[in-house]
């Protein structure tokens, strides 16, 4: 019967925890829907017109029914950013895409087609669009998985390879975002 007990009073302040610590991080300012984080004080300070360029890479395929956490992180990047006062103006993101995580950029017809589902990723996609963020594939991997150019969602740009993106993104200035 203790050993009951202690299970549910530990049970109760781990889920109170996580509750506690959920409400912590909102989505917004810019990003309405996606990009939950976290205001924080702050001891490592950017000035307000700070730009940033900064390019992430992406592998690994997202779950079926839900949307890719990396790239998620870049609607978090953008929140969190402009809620820390920097102007969207000035923040240019890029997200290289290589391997299976492809699959996360196809259009309506081409994942029900190769997927038998629909793309969880396309709204949080298009958004980040309309905020000037860039997704390139690695056009090795396109070929590799049989993926033409027309069935990747509106917008989306196919290089040499993801070597060849990287390399390109950083003689423009972006800096590789190793998270």
């Known amino acids: 019967m203790k050993s009951h007990c202690l299970y ?7 889920a109170c925890g996580v509750s506690a610590s ?3 991080f909102n989505t917004g300012p810019l990003i309405k829907q996606y990009g939950p984080n ?5 001891t490592f300070k950017f000035p307000e017109t700070t730009g940033f360029k900064v390019a992430f890479d992406l592998a690994d395929a ?7 956490r990396r790239i ?9 950013h402009v809620q820390a006062g920097v102007n969207p103006d000035n923040i ?3 997200l290289v895409v290589h391997g299976k ?12 087609n190769k997927l038998s589902r629909r793309n969880p990723n396309k709204p ?9 963020v860039s997704f390139i594939v690695c056009g090795q991997s396109s070929t590799y998985y049989d993926i033409a150019n027309d069935e990747f969602l509106p917008g989306v740009k196919v290089a040499l390879s993801a070597m060849t993106a990287h390399a390109l993104l950083q003689q423009q200035g972006y800096t590789l975002n190793p998270f």
């Open 62 to 68: 997202g779950p079926d029914d839900d949307v890719n």
């Open 101 to 112: 995580a492809l699959h996360d950029l196809l259009n309506d017809q081409a994942s029900k």
């Open 22 to 24: 959920d409400n912590k």
């Open 124 to 132: 949080l996609i298009e958004e980040l669009m309309k905020h000037n």
């Open 92 to 94: 240019e993101l890029a």
């Open 72 to 80: 998620n992180s870049l609607a978090r990047f953008l929140n969190m």
């Open 8 to 14: 549910l009073i530990v049970t109760l302040v781990i």
């Open 38 to 42: 976290a205001t924080v004080e702050t």
